[in-house]
């Protein structure tokens, strides 16, 4: 937290009108750029298994009846593509103490900025501007801003279904991302709705900029 907390309020005093919600986005955007490469490993992960997952089903059939066989011949897909089912976990372990560095400091920002925290060598801005662009109170919850989020995390689970889906309509990886597609955004609502709307300028500014990413690896990587 400490470090990230750092980063935030340096970005800070280094803006010509101090403004919160620019130091959010701008550190945002820093943190995404430095995990460009993990991101990257997960989706194309995620594109691997929506390329394999004909074969996983046609496999799951076959082998039904006979579970040790159908594990061999499965870890045996895995290894000829070179596809690690568990590497998108994996990803996600690494970024998760990252994510909520960021909560903890985007959320003590509007609460109360602890500058004891700060390093030396980083200025002491005395107090924090929680308005966004003048416009919106970041301590506060914005309704307008938490249904963006949700909108937003509607458009991000849809990315993530199966290309398979129409094929295998029944299969559970294309159940699960269509529940998920429509219950994602009613979940994010959920969460958003009582908490300071820099929480919400932080979730869909992540959720934004992951779409972009999605979309720009897909474009350039075939698999």
Do not use: C
């Amino acid at each position: 937290v400490r470090p990230v907390f750092n980063l935030l309020i340096f970005i800070y005093n280094f803006l010509p009108k101090p403004d919160l919600g620019v130091a959010v986005i701008i550190l945002v955007i820093l943190v995404r750029l430095v995990l460009w490469p993990i991101f990257t490993k997960g989706v194309k992960s995620q594109l691997m298994f929506s390329k394999l997952q004909p074969e996983v089903e046609r496999i799951q059939k076959k082998y039904k009846d006979d579970r040790a066989v159908q594990t061999q011949e499965l870890l045996k897909l895995y290894k000829e593509h070179k596809f690690n089912p568990f590497s998108s976990l994996l990803l996600l372990f690494v970024q998760i103490p990252i994510l909520i560095a960021l909560y903890q400091v985007f959320l003590q920002g509007v609460k109360g900025a602890d500058f004891s925290l700060l390093y030396p060598w980083v200025s002491n801005p005395g107090s924090l501007n929680p308005h966004f662009l003048g416009l919106v109170d970041l301590t506060v919850s914005t309704p307008v801003l938490v249904i963006l989020a949700g909108i937003a995390q509607f458009f991000q689970s849809k990315m993530l279904m199966p290309k398979s889906a129409p094929k295998n309509p029944g299969s559970f990886q294309t159940m699960f991302s269509r529940q998920m597609m429509w219950l994602g955004p009613f979940i994010t609502v959920a969460v958003l709705w009582g908490l300071p709307s820099v929480i919400a300028v932080f979730w869909l500014l992540t959720t934004v900029i992951s779409i972009g990413q999605q979309y720009w690896i897909e474009k350039k990587i075939k698999i």
